[in-house]
C-alpha cells in the first residue's frame, strides 16, 4: 500500500504569498521538527512523546495516546526529509510515513508526504485504506494550518 499527496507551503506567485506569509525552510524544518519532538502541541496528537537523539539525525520516540504507547524511529535528514518508521504493533501492519520538502521551482515549496506499508497489508487492513487515506490527508492539513498560525502568532 502506497498513499501520496502533495501540500503547497509557498505558492509561486507574489500575489498568493500577500495573502499566506511564506515559510523559509528553515522555519518549515522547525515546525515539521515541533511534529517529532513535541507532536501533543498538534490537534488530535498524542497525550505525549518521549524522544532521544540515539545518533546525529536518528530519533527513536515513544509516543502515548493514554494507557496506548507507540514507538517509532524518525530519520531526519536536515532541512530536506523526515522518515517515521513505527514499530509492529499488535496484529497492525506498520506504515511508514515520509516527508519531503520540495522546491518545484523558485519561490514555490510544497510537502510531499508518502504513506507505505512496511509488509503486505491484510485484506481486513486494505478494506481501510480510502478512510485511512482521507484521515491521514486531514491530518497534514491541519499539521500545516498549525503551522501557519503559528508562524503568524509567534514565528518558527
Known sequence: ???????????????????VPPFTREQLWRGLMARVQTPQRFPLGPDSCDW???????????????????????????????????EPHGDTTPIRLTITIEEPQPGQM????????VSELSAEEAYFNDYRHNAW????????????QWLVDEGL
Not at 527513536?60 to 517509532?72: C, E, H, I, S
Not at 510544497?110 to 506499508?117: A, D, I, N, P, T
Open 1 to 19: 500500500m502506497r498513499f501520496e499527496h502533495l501540500i503547497e507551503i509557498n505558492a509561486a506567485s507574489v500575489a498568493a504569498q500577500t495573502v
Open 52 to 86: 532521544r537523539e540515539v545518533e546525529p539525525g536518528v530519533i527513536q520516540r515513544t509516543v502515548n495516546f493514554g494507557a496506548l504507547a507507540m514507538k517509532d524511529e524518525v530519520q531526519a535528514d536536515a532541512f530536506q526529509k523526515l522518515e517515521f518508521t513505527p
Open 110 to 117: 510544497v510537502l510531499r508526504f508518502v504513506y507505505e506499508s
Open 137 to 148: 490527508l486531514h491530518n497534514d492539513r491541519d499539521m500545516v494550518r498549525t503551522l501557519r
